[in-house]
C-alpha cells in the first residue's frame, strides 16, 4: 500500500513538474488580437492579459507582419536585430511564439547571452555563421553553420553566434515563448552594478581593467 501511494505521489510530482516546463499557457480559444480599446500591448507587462478584439473586427492583416524585408539599425559592434513578438506584432499574441531577424556584417558577433523562457531555433538565411552553446556542464556544442541550415539552442543555455564569411550573414530566430526574455551576459555582469569588489575577485581584473568594462557595457555610458 505505502509502495503504491509513493509511486502515486512521484508521479503526481513529476507530473506538476513537466507541466511547469511549458514555456506559455496554453491558449484557451484560436486567437486573441488585443483590442486597442482597452491600451496599448506596450504598455503592459504581461503580454496576454489584454481584452481580445470580437472575432468579427479580426482581419487578415491582423495576422500579416512586414517588418523583416529589411536589415534593422546597425550598431557600432556590426549587429542589427529585429525582434518580432506581441508589441510589435498582435497576431502573435498568446500563441507562444515570437521570433527574430539578425543581420551580421563581415566579422560581427552576437555575443553571448541566453533566453530564460525559451528555446531557440536559428536559420541561416545566407552567410556562414559560427554558432554555439554550452551547457550546464560548461560543454561547448559550436559549429559553423551555412546557408540553410538551422541550429537549436537549449532554453537557458548561454548562446552565442560569429559571421565567419566573407558576407554578410542573416539569421531567423524563433522562440518558443512569446516573450522569451535575452539577457546578455557582458551587459549582466558589468552594466548591472555588481559590487567592484566581487568582480575583481571572480575574474581577476583591476580595478582599472573593472572601469573599462563597466564603461564599455553600462547603459548609462553606451550611446
Do not use: W
Not at 539552442?153 to 535575452?182: D, E, I, W
Amino acid at each position: 500500500m505505502y509502495l503504491r501511494l509513493f509511486v502515486v505521489l512521484v508521479t503526481i510530482s513529476l507530473h506538476g513538474h513537466i507541466s511547469t516546463m511549458a514555456s506559455d499557457p496554453d491558449p484557451i480559444q484560436d486567437f486573441c488580437i488585443p483590442n486597442p480599446k482597452f491600451g496599448s500591448i506596450r504598455t503592459i507587462a504581461h503580454l496576454s492579459i489584454l481584452p481580445c478584439k470580437n472575432s468579427t473586427e479580426v482581419t487578415t492583416d491582423d495576422f500579416v507582419f512586414s517588418g523583416l524585408k529589411l536589415a534593422g539599425n546597425f550598431t557600432e559592434t556590426g549587429l542589427a536585430t529585429i525582434p518580432v513578438n506581441p508589441t510589435v506584432f498582435p497576431g502573435l499574441n498568446t500563441l507562444g511564439m515570437s521570433f527574430v531577424r539578425a543581420d551580421l556584417q563581415v566579422g560581427a558577433i552576437n555575443p553571448p547571452h541566453f533566453h530564460p523562457r525559451a528555446t531557440e531555433i536559428t536559420y541561416v538565411v545566407q552567410g556562414s555563421v559560427y554558432s554555439g552553446f554550452v551547457d550546464s556542464n560548461n560543454q561547448v556544442f559550436a559549429s559553423v553553420i551555412e546557408q540553410g541550415e538551422v541550429m537549436v539552442f537549449p532554453r537557458g543555455l548561454v548562446h552565442f553566434q560569429m559571421n565567419v564569411g566573407k558576407k554578410p550573414a542573416t539569421v531567423f530566430g524563433s522562440f518558443n515563448s512569446q516573450n522569451p526574455g535575452n539577457q546578455k551576459i557582458p551587459s549582466a555582469i558589468f552594466g548591472s552594478g555588481i559590487d567592484v569588489e566581487l568582480l575583481e575577485k571572480a575574474f581577476g581584473l583591476s580595478p582599472k581593467e573593472i572601469g573599462t568594462m563597466r564603461r564599455r557595457f553600462d547603459p548609462k555610458t553606451v550611446k
